[in-house]
């Protein structure tokens, strides 16, 4: 144990933390359907797909997820394209590709059976050392911290805490301390207490520290300072990329859509055709017509503007303007045409979902 830790930890009252934080889990936590047993599969899909999304919005995908992909060998053997579409909507693409990958790893060398070691689940694709506890001390009951962003919340105001929890290394320190103070009886409800305590009790603004079952343990309840814990520094601002993007119909009345390249952000989902803005030219209509006519030796005609959709990354945001128009001559081995009720049939960005589905209500007018 690191000395830091030893200080935190100094008349602190360990298994007394743990009867009442596993005591409370057991009697109020939610019904959710990864919950429903102890299938490491399904666990494994619920913590990927609660990175960076909130609960309610996973648990209808988690059922049609695991409808379509209901074990290992399933989800190894699914067709990427299928796959993205069933992902559509929730964002961040590569966790799921990484998924796929990590789960074709283990279907070929362990059987398709989800290695209970944590050496060896850790080594798979995507695989970090959140996910690693957290599917382990679940499914598994193994002895191992998952600490997330709520986790570092509810234990910065027990042990008041005030480092900044971007830094890397204060997640490590939360990780050695979590690894003194975790249940060697019940690892699993622990982990989730934590997780569960942050979500329903321990909540970002107003935590409801009267009904908090280990109040009793947390000094910035003590001294009063739960409003202002965690420390977290505010990230810089990622800068905005402003776009032309179009919905073309070809002389058949066809859909033009572009698949995105296979590395890189937003890998392999298919989008609307679309140009940067670069700062400087005038008229970017005009701008976006003459780079197909330079590009691509096709014509292009925007017609009428369709709408402005604003779609903020982590790093970036996305201004797009959106247009009607018609296009004539040879598309780019990237493109394709389709027909329009075939659209839906392809895997797309949120900001492309949110162009068609303006683009479905103005032809419906």
């Keep these: 144990m690191n000395e830091r830790v030893s200080v935190l930890l100094k008349n602190f009252n360990i ?9 409370w889990f ?4 939610r019904n959710l359907p990864w919950r429903a047993d102890k299938d490491p599969y399904k666990i ?9 999304t909130r609960v309610d919005t996973v648990i209808p995908y988690f059922y049609r997820f695991i409808e379509k992909y209901p074990n290992i060998e399933a989800l190894a053997n699914a067709d990427e394209q299928e796959l993205l579409k069933t992902w559509e909507g929730l964002g961040y693409y590569s966790r799921v590709k990484n ?13 398709g059976v989800v290695p209970d070691e944590k050496k060896s689940f850790s080594k798979l694709k995507g695989v970090g ?12 009951d193994k ?20 480092d900044d929890i971007i830094k890397v290394r204060t997640r490590k320190l939360f990780e050695e301390l979590v690894e003194e103070i975790i249940s060697r009886e019940d690892p699993s409800s622990f982990n989730q207490g934590l997780m569960e305590l942050g979500a329903l009790i321990c909540k970002p603004t107003s935590p409801d520290c009267l009904l908090c079952p280990v109040r009793d343990h947390c000094r910035a309840f003590q001294h009063g300072t739960e409003t202002r814990l965690p420390i977290k520094s505010k990230q810089k601002k990622g800068r905005t990329v402003q776009y032309v993007a179009a919905i073309l119909l070809d002389e058949r009345g066809k859909v033009v859509i572009r698949k995105r390249p296979d590395e890189g952000l937003l890998a392999s989902l298919w989008e609307f055709p679309n140009e940067e803005v670069i700062s400087g030219k005038k008229n970017m209509i005009i701008d976006f017509e003459n780079e197909w006519l330079d590009k691509y030796g096709a014509n292009v005609d925007l017609l009428e503007p369709l709408c402005v959709v604003e779609h903020v990354f982590s790093h970036l945001t996305w201004k797009i303007h959106a247009f009607v128009g018609l296009v004539k001559g040879e598309l780019p081995q990237n493109m394709k045409v389709v027909a329009f009720e075939e ?23």
Excluded at 44 to 52: A, H, I, N, T
Excluded at 129 to 137: D, I, K, M, N, Q
Excluded at 143 to 162: C, H, K, Q, T, Y
């Design 129 to 140: 050392p959140y996910t690693t506890g957290a599917v382990l001390s679940i499914a598994y």
């Design 44 to 52: 494994w899909v619920s913590e990927v797909m609660l990175q960076q």
């Design 99 to 111: 998924l796929q990958a990590a789960v074709k790893e283990v279907q070929t060398q362990y059987g």
């Design 143 to 162: 002895p191992i911290p998952a600490v997330d962003g709520n986790v570092m919340r509810v234990l910065s105001r027990i042990f008041e805490i005030e």
């Design 26 to 29: 057991q009697e109020e936590k």
């Design 343 to 365: 659209v839906d049939e392809y895997p797309f960005p949120v900001p492309y979902q949110k162009m068609w589905k303006e683009y479905k209500k103005k032809i419906a007018i």
């Design 15 to 23: 298994e007394e933390f743990q009867k009442s934080l596993i005591e």
